[in-house]
């Protein structure tokens, strides 16, 4: 069982990335997912994330108008796409796993990437 996060980058203020979290061993459709970041000498934060249901939680404010979260079933893969991005967005990006509904916490997530790094300089 694992999951692995990918597509992140260098991107310029303004631009765009699409990170995926992709599964191996289980099927992504039966589960949240959700996306974290952690920046240097901060704690992890959560971002955004989809229930088993495809309900949207967002779980910060600066996302909204920004990210979206959506699942590619054929591929056992959850997008994360994040536009408009600003330096305060660079961060470590980590997708998760749980059943069913989404939470903030992260405890209560069953599986973790290893996390794709995100950096936003001109």
């Known amino acids: 069982v694992q999951l692995q996060a990918s597509g992140g980058g260098l991107v310029q203020p303004g631009g765009s990335l699409r990170l995926s979290c992709a599964a191996s061993?289980?099927?992504?459709?039966?589960?949240?997912i959700g996306w974290f970041r952690q920046a240097p000498g901060k704690e992890r934060e959560g971002v955004l994330c989809i229930s088993s249901s495809d309900d949207d939680a967002y779980y910060l404010d600066s996302a909204k108008g920004r990210f979206t979260i959506s699942r590619d079933n054929a591929k056992n893969t959850v997008h994360l796409q994040m536009n408009s991005l600003k330096r305060e967005d660079m961060a470590v990006y980590y997708c998760?796993?749980?059943?069913?509904?989404?939470?903030?916490?992260?405890?209560?997530?069953?599986?973790w990437g290893q996390g794709t790094q995100v950096t936003v300089s001109s």
């Open positions: 998760a796993a749980r059943q069913s509904t989404c939470t903030v916490v992260t405890g209560w997530y069953d599986y």
């Open positions: 061993g289980f099927t992504l459709d039966n589960y949240a």
